[in-house]
């Protein structure tokens, strides 16, 4: 091949012919033109070179259908994975199904229609409707962007445009009546976690009612029967949405004053973790499994140190409401300052013989602790995780930690 290109290559090789041959342009375009003036065009190939040539070209292209499908599944449409961007590092192999690609893919920043102010605060009261004696609460859930540090954004799934959703407080006794309306762009449900109430108002998508569609509305409605410290979460595919923020503090006072009175307090705050996965401006449902664990985690959906600071004077009783509203790990949260008693356990009293004194509760997805905390020193005491990396924001500390971590700020 090579000879045959020299050869043919004008000028270069031949002296005999017209001497501008070479360079064609150079002097007489006209007349030069082209090698085949003075040379007979053959193939420069022999048939087993084409042969050759061809028979790799055909294995090439099927290499690169082949090899790509041993890794990847060929048969998604984009319509079935929905443009799922999804985070960096999870494994995908070839049987990975379509809708676990959905329920892992990042939340689609299209998607968001609204922007909360950089310091909007979650889990604020919710003031009910009084209709025929039973307390009314309207919950609308969509897509929001959120800060959980003043330069770090997520995009979430927020009731009411706030994370966590807004804190439903009522009295034991009473008569509750929650309109779910549902702004996402997929199905859902709610769940109010720990209640006693009709089998069709317990919230489980596909078990005990049809999920509520985009759109739509559903009316969740019982008596409030237990005193104690609750929550509400999705209960339609939680994996992803009570991850990406759908959940919210249920508060209920007793009746009875006395049952608190057992142990009671000046002041009190509502601990609700949770764990996000945040990257290259995608928010991914963190998840314990690879490359979707989480690198950012929140107290009341803000990240140390944007957690409130709470404040208490020396000799005041706090009560903390720990309440485990993430989704994937068991949070050690541990208070300086000295021990705390342990009085309600998932809403329940407990026997005043039983209350340990800890410094340390494991907060377990799901769980509630109530604990009192007396304040016996004045200074800045710290409430945090005892997972030190929980303690950090993307691998890095800031004012002495991150993530699950609070300040209590105690004077004379
Ligand atoms: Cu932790």
Not at 30 to 55: C, D, F, S, W
Not at 194 to 203: E, K, S
Request: contains cysteine; aromatic residues 8%; proline residues 7%.
């Amino acid at each position: 091949m090579r000879e045959e290109h020299t050869e043919s290559h004008p000028g270069a090789a031949h002296t005999d012919g017209p001497s501008a041959d070479g360079y064609a342009g150079q002097e007489d375009h006209a007349t030069i033109g082209y090698a085949g003036t003075h040379h007979e065009m053959k193939p420069a190939v022999t048939r087993p070179q084409l042969a050759v040539v061809g028979l790799l070209t055909v294995l090439a292209l099927v290499a690169s259908v082949v090899i790509p499908a041993m890794f990847v599944n060929l048969t998604y449409s984009a319509e079935e994975v929905g443009g799922a961007v999804m985070p960096p590092g999870m494994v995908m192999s070839r049987d990975t199904p379509a809708a676990a690609m959905r329920e892992m893919a990042a939340i689609d920043p299209g998607e968001v229609s609204y922007e909360a102010p950089a310091g909007a605060r979650g889990d604020r009261t919710l003031e009910p409707k009084i209709e025929n004696g039973v307390k009314v609460f309207d919950l609308g859930v969509s897509v929001v962007e959120w800060n959980i540090l003043p330069d770090q954004s997520v995009e979430a799934y927020a009731f009411n445009r706030q994370v966590p959703g807004p804190r439903i407080r009522v009295t034991e006794g009473d008569r509750v009546r929650i309109n779910v309306t549902n702004d996402l762009p997929e199905a859902t449900s709610v769940h109010w976690h720990g209640m006693i109430l009709p089998n069709a108002m317990d919230g489980a998508a596909d078990v005990t009612q049809k999920p509520i569609e985009p759109g739509e509305s559903f009316a969740y409605e019982f008596t409030a029967g237990q005193a104690g410290t609750y929550f509400y979460h999705s209960h339609k595919e939680p994996d992803r949405q009570q991850g990406l923020g759908m959940y919210g503090a249920l508060i209920v006072d007793p009746k009875d004053p006395a049952r608190d009175a057992a142990y009671d307090y000046d002041r009190e705050m509502v601990v609700q973790l949770q764990e996000w996965l945040e990257r290259d401006g995608y928010t991914y449902p963190a998840m314990t499994m690879e490359g979707a664990l989480p690198n950012y985690f929140t107290i009341n959906g803000k990240s140390y140190p944007e957690t409130e600071t709470i404040n208490v004077e020396v000799g005041e009783r706090l009560r903390i409401r720990f309440i485990g509203s993430n989704n994937n790990f068991v949070h050690p949260m541990h208070v300086h300052g000295g021990p705390f008693e342990i009085v309600e356990t998932d809403g329940n009293v407990v026997p005043e013989e039983a209350r340990l004194l800890k410094d340390t509760v494991n907060v377990g997805p799901g769980e509630r602790y109530d604990v009192i905390w007396q304040a016996r020193k004045p200074g800045k005491w710290l409430l945090h995780c005892h997972i030190p990396h929980h303690t950090t924001n993307d691998n890095t500390e800031q004012e002495g930690g991150g993530g699950l971590m609070a300040v209590i700020n105690v004077t004379e």
